[in-house]
């Protein structure tokens, strides 16, 4: 089971910005492809990026392209999404989750089989 945690979430005014986090103490963690998916209240959970196990694959949704950008760092089992000119809309709880399964546009969350709690961020003046 990969354990994973995620930090950075927060109170933001509407254009500021974010770096979310998504670490765990498994070494196997550079083998999975990872995702962030967020899900606001009364919404299905959408996912928003992801990163393929060697980081040389990234996806994003058409909501996060040119703002928001996933990376990782192998050596510290951490994924990163920073977020950038943060909107209303961009409120939700923010889950990171892995999958064996390559970094595609497949935006369904099936093949995600190992999950975080998650981190809320809230955009609000």
């Known amino acids: 089971q990969l354990h994973l945690v995620e930090s950075g979430g927060g109170l933001v005014q509407p254009g500021g910005s974010l770096r979310l986090a998504c670490t765990t103490s498994?070494?196997?963690?550079?083998?999975?492809?990872i995702a962030w998916f967020r899900q606001a209240p009364g919404n299905q959970r959408e996912r928003v990026s992801c990163i393929s196990a060697d980081g040389g694959t990234t996806s994003y949704t058409d909501a996060a392209k040119g703002r928001f950008t996933i990376s990782r760092d192998n050596a510290k089992n951490t994924v990163y999404l920073e977020m950038n000119s943060l909107e209303v809309e961009d409120t939700a709880i923010y889950l990171c989750a892995a999958s064996p399964w390559p970094c595609s546009g497949n935006l369904n969350p099936g093949p995600y089989d190992h999950w975080g709690q998650g981190t809320q961020v809230t955009v609000s003046s």
């Open positions: 498994e070494v196997t963690f550079h083998y999975y492809t």
